[in-house]
């Protein structure tokens, strides 16, 4: 069968033809070399990516729990979580933290990436590896506790000591947690890997031309620079809107959802509901989220149209 | 290099706006290294200069007493019962643990995906690729959050997702299944299939010419030596990012481990770490009032540093690995994402 394997010869520049013919006579062995390319991601994806997800759906209408059987209840775990007051505090905590974030932060790395890119290459080499030092979440988080602690922080000790202010409780307050969570990503901005993946795409010629033309600083951002990276930006948009419904880690071990649920965003509720071993209930929680993300991703991608002209 | 313009640098206004952003790196950076200084410093204090108000900003009396504890944990003699109990492994186990976990699922998601990513970008066409592209990256929009629940039930009796297996009919023997719970395989076969890898890989593989493949096949190269010798070292960047944005993800992941692992000698770092965060929280530790009226025995755990400083050297711990990685890879950041969106 090794025998069989393509053999075609063609004038260069005849690319596309030569990749018909190609394909047209890919062997036998090329056919199943390719299915055994395709079959472990295959199997890894139905059965850890989409089972679990057609199951969640199925199990939000039972009443599983971890002894005796399951049977059929309907849409009883949605009307509970529906009445649950808990339910609403979550979503809401949950909204008001990734509207305050994205808002907040999701620009900075664009901008920062953008500069970053104007330093001189031998500058540029030692700055990223500075900026990109990476610091552990779990690290982070003990640190951050640390700094708002209450009584002998540092952060404490700048608002009384050094700007003259009231105590202030920060994490204690159920009106500043949310904003004192985000506070850190405000501070340690950096520059966004795939961004300046993306700007080196950008042909130079474009800013050249843009120069003759007289444009100015902010105009070449405007009218080059952004719209190039456009495709790049609706992406990580999207995948920032997804995290930050569904924030869990940071939250969950810097305040456990104190002061009274004031940060327990959904996920957080969800797993406490598994903790109670609460199944069918987590997993209606869960699909209200996703129809949730689901609806404003649908909404968003309509609105903001990906890839215009590239 | 564009945005300013190469002739006329000199005028004051140009020079005072590169200043600007000049500046305005500097600060990023100086702000990024922060962190680190303080979690260095605070490694080095006594427990006691940690309560500390005003807060100091270099240690008085350098103390190396909570290095000592975190790596002594379990002789006998440096540990009292009370160490014991909120640190019931010794700390190499953990980070043993958390290495398995991150390299096991590293070592079989990185081909599976870049596998399937190759398959796709160069082997299929048309509509058929279109639509295993949509199947492969169709997870990445959904929620975590939303399969939690299901793939918890799924790695204690696979492959039912019931809390317990069904009867086989006509008997009263319930069906086998595979328990991969509270084992290091909960967390590396769940991960086999990255999407967003996936994502990188097809984006990179996409802007490989198909006349080398084509040049290889005539050659007459069987499709997995030709991804052997050929994409593979031409794809070494995309590699580099993908192993970076895994490791970092996994490194530090804390939802899934604490949901599926349950004994302490299997838990990674991430989740070891947060228990011994709500166990200092609830002894008290990290309250000053209540640290400096503790009883005798609490005492001794104080004084051997087993507050914030210790706290940090587990923080400190946690973060070289991933620095490892990062240095391992920073040389092919920036040449290994082509990603043009999600299209």
């Known amino acids: 069968m090794a025998q069989e394997s393509v053999t075609v010869t063609t004038p260069i520049g005849a690319e596309e033809q030569t990749q018909e013919q190609v394909q047209t006579r890919v062997t036998r062995r090329g056919r199943i070399e390719k299915w055994l390319f395709l079959l472990p991601a295959l199997l890894f994806q139905t059965f850890w990516g989409w089972y679990p997800l057609i199951v969640a759906f199925l199990l939000s209408f039972t009443d599983a729990r971890p002894r005796g059987p399951i049977s059929w209840r309907g849409i009883e775990s949605y009307q509970r979580m529906f009445n649950d007051p808990l339910t609403w505090q979550a979503f809401q905590v949950t909204f008001t933290y990734a509207i305050l974030s994205i808002v907040l932060t999701f620009m900075i790395p664009i901008f920062v990436a953008i500069l970053l890119m104007e330093m001189p290459r031998k500058h540029m080499r030692w700055m990223m590896l500075l900026w990109f030092l990476p610091l552990s979440g779990i690290a982070s988080t003990i640190l951050w506790r640390y700094l708002y602690n209450a009584q002998y922080g540092l952060f404490q000790y700048i608002a009384t000591n050094i700007l003259g202010m009231e105590p202030q409780p920060f994490l204690n307050s159920s009106d500043q947690v949310i904003f004192w969570l985000i506070f850190p990503g405000l501070l340690l901005f950096g520059p966004g890997l795939i961004y300046m993946a993306g700007l080196q795409g950008i042909p130079q010629s474009y800013y050249e031309a843009a120069e003759v033309e007289g444009a100015s600083f ?93 | 290099m564009a945005l300013f313009p190469k002739v006329g640098r000199k005028q004051p206004g140009v020079r005072f706006a590169w200043y600007t952003v000049v500046a305005i790196l500097l600060l990023g950076i100086f702000l990024h290294l922060l962190p680190f200084y303080f979690m260095i410093t605070t490694s080095f204090k006594t427990t006691q200069e940690t309560f500390a108000i005003p807060p100091t900003l270099w240690p008085q009396e350098p103390s190396f007493k909570a290095w000592e504890l975190i790596f002594n944990v379990t002789t006998a003699s440096s540990s009292s019962e009370r160490i014991r109990t909120l640190l019931p492994q010794p700390m190499y186990i953990y980070f043993r643990n958390s290495m398995i976990q991150v390299l096991g699922a590293m070592a079989i998601s990185l081909p599976v995906t870049a596998f399937a990513a190759y398959a796709n970008s160069k082997l299929q066409q048309g509509r058929t690729a279109r639509w295993f592209f949509l199947f492969f990256i169709g997870t990445l929009m959904l929620p975590f959050a939303v399969t939690l629940i299901p793939s918890f039930l799924l790695t204690r009796n696979f492959p039912f997702p019931t809390p317990n297996p069904p009867l086989i009919p006509g008997t009263e023997n319930p069906f086998p299944t595979i328990r991969i719970w509270n084992t290091p395989w909960a967390i590396i076969i769940p991960a086999g299939f990255n999407a967003f890898n996936f994502l990188l890989f097809k984006g990179f593989f996409d802007t490989i010419p198909n006349s080398i493949i084509q040049a290889a096949r005539v050659d007459g190269g069987s499709e997995f030596n030709i991804f052997r010798r050929i994409v593979v070292p031409m794809s070494i960047p995309v590699f580099a990012v993908a192993a970076w944005f895994q490791f970092g993800a996994l490194w530090d992941s804390f939802l899934w481990p604490l949901v599926v692992l349950q004994s302490t000698d299997v838990i990674p770092m991430s989740v070891a770490i947060n228990n011994l965060i709500q166990a200092f929280q609830q002894a008290g530790v990290t309250n000053a009032d209540q640290a400096m009226g503790a009883s005798q025995a609490f005492q001794q755990a104080l004084d051997a540093g087993l507050s914030w400083p210790g706290l940090m050297v587990l923080g400190i711990l946690q973060t070289i690995p991933v620095f490892v990685m990062f240095i391992i890879c920073r040389e092919y950041l920036l040449k290994g994402v082509r990603l043009r969106g999600l299209k």
């Not at chain 1, 790049?232 to 456990?256: K, R, S």
């Not at chain 1, 940060?263 to 997993?283: E, H, I, P, Q, W």
């Open chain 1, 218 to 310: 902010w105009r070449k951002i405007w009218t080059i620079t952004l719209p190039r990276l456009r495709p790049i930006i609706a992406m990580t948009l999207t995948f920032a809107i997804i995290g930050t419904l569904q924030i869990f880690d940071w939250p969950q071990i810097m305040t456990g959802g104190q002061p009274g649920g004031a940060s327990r965003t959904v996920v957080m509720y969800m797993y406490s509901l598994l903790s109670n071993l609460r199944y069918a209930d987590g997993t209606a929680l869960a699909i209200m989220l996703f129809a949730v993300i689901f609806g404003i991703t649908i909404i968003y991608r309509t609105i903001f149209r990906e890839d215009p002209d590239a």
